[in-house]
């Protein structure tokens, strides 16, 4: 089966912090890498996502790095605040088709005051 | 407002009482999705669809079926639930055109217990 591992479970950061997450995929088709941020009791919705074409992708505070040999990616939160505290996944998919993404297992952040 | 609405948010039920939930979006997306989301697994995707009368199987399949007879809506059938199906389960959608058509736009999700 196809799969995303992300690492790692939780993280706890300090207020102003970098918040960093990782992911590792096996399919070597994947073309598109997308951060979701999910709140609790909400469905989850997109933060960045990466074409392999590109190794960083950046808006505002997050960043997505990105490995095509190593095949792994990764959020960076830069100045990580309070608000920034929820539920992340990655995934990998390919844009051409059904938009069927595989998930990673999520990271629950947690960034203290 | 874009949106994808689900209905129930909340549904407790018995083992082998049928049941749907609905899913219904309004921004002409023609893909759909239904995830399950179980904690430490992440989201997996149990059935897709691609257009109108077009379905296909997900990762966990398995006591599901779904069906598309309109573009809005993608509702999730479980025949005869069991207790494993107990979880949170989420319908998305996405359009297959246009700028943007990767993102997937999620429904706030519909906690499911089976007894």
């Known amino acids: 089966q196809q799969q995303v591992k992300q690492s790692p479970q939780s993280l706890i950061v300090q207020k102003g912090g970098i918040s960093i997450i990782n992911c590792a995929y096996e399919?070597?088709?994947?073309?598109?890498f997308p951060w979701y941020q999910q709140f609790p009791g909400k469905g989850p919705a997109l933060l960045i996502a990466?074409?392999?074409?590109?190794s960083e992708k950046k808006e505002g505070r997050f960043t997505i790095s990105f490995n095509k040999s190593a095949k792994q990616f990764s959020l960076h939160i830069m100045d990580s605040q309070p608000g920034d505290s929820a539920t992340y996944f990655c995934?990998?998919?390919?844009?051409?088709?059904?938009?069927?993404?595989?998930f990673g297992q999520g990271t629950r952040l947690t960034i203290n005051p | 407002e874009a949106q994808v609405t689900q209905n129930p948010r909340y549904l407790i039920t018995v083992t082998g009482k049928k049941l749907t939930v609905t899913c219904s979006q309004n921004?002409?997306?023609?893909?759909m999705s239904w995830y399950r989301q179980d904690p430490g697994l992440g989201l997996r995707q149990i059935y897709y669809?691609?257009?109108?009368?077009?379905?296909d199987k997900g990762d966990v399949p398995e006591g599901y079926k779904v069906s598309r007879k309109e573009k809005r809506n993608f509702p999730l059938i479980l025949e005869s639930p069991s207790p494993n199906q107990t979880s949170l389960y989420f319908c998305?959608?996405?359009?297959?055109?246009?700028?943007?058509?990767?993102?997937?736009?999620f429904g706030p999700g519909t906690r499911l217990l089976v007894l």
């Open positions: 998305a959608s996405s359009s297959s055109q246009g700028k943007g058509q990767e993102t997937q736009y």
């Open positions: 399919n070597t088709a994947f073309d598109y």
């Open positions: 990466i074409r392999p074409d590109v």
């Open positions: 995934a990998a998919g390919i844009i051409q088709g059904a938009q069927k993404l595989v």
């Open positions: 921004m002409n997306h023609e893909y």
């Open positions: 669809s691609m257009n109108v009368e077009v379905t």
